[in-house]
């Protein structure tokens, strides 16, 4: 069954960290490239952070870089973005993807989980 399952998500205090996990239940994507993106209320999708298939190769959106951490355990079939510093701005809905094309941006994925809210309080 191929699908992306995002969890993690809830409310959290400026400065504050969270971590986000992504499964891979059905072991579809091990061989994708893998990403997140987010959108907050009234905007359009953002590209946060992107992974190649080997988990070597890491590229982040310009708002995020430097406080946001992409990772992915293969051999769990998990994808991860730990989130430090956070900002109110950063609160959206934070989505899963995979694809084949690429991993730089959020139309290089095409299979997308269905999100987990993350907030974040002033």
């Known amino acids: 069954q191929s699908q992306l399952v995002e969890s993690g998500g809830g409310l959290a205090q400026a400065g504050g960290s969270l971590r986000l996990s992504c499964a891979d239940p059905?072991?579809?994507?091990?061989?994708?490239?893998m990403g997140w993106s987010r959108q907050a209320p009234g905007k359009l999708r953002e590209f946060v952070a992107g992974?190649?298939?080997?988990?070597?190769?890491?590229v982040y959106g310009s708002s995020v870089k430097g406080r946001f951490t992409i990772s992915r355990d293969k051999a769990k079939n998990m994808l991860y973005l730990e989130m430090q510093d956070l900002k109110p701005s950063d609160t959206a809905v934070y989505y899963c993807?995979?694809?084949?094309?690429?991993?730089?941006?959020?139309?290089?994925?095409?299979?997308w989980g269905k999100g987990t809210l993350v907030t974040v309080s002033s």
């Open positions: 059905g072991h579809t994507f091990s061989t994708y490239h």
């Open positions: 992974i190649n298939w080997n988990g070597d190769v890491l």
């Open positions: 993807g995979a694809g084949l094309s690429g991993f730089r941006s959020t139309s290089d994925l095409s299979y």
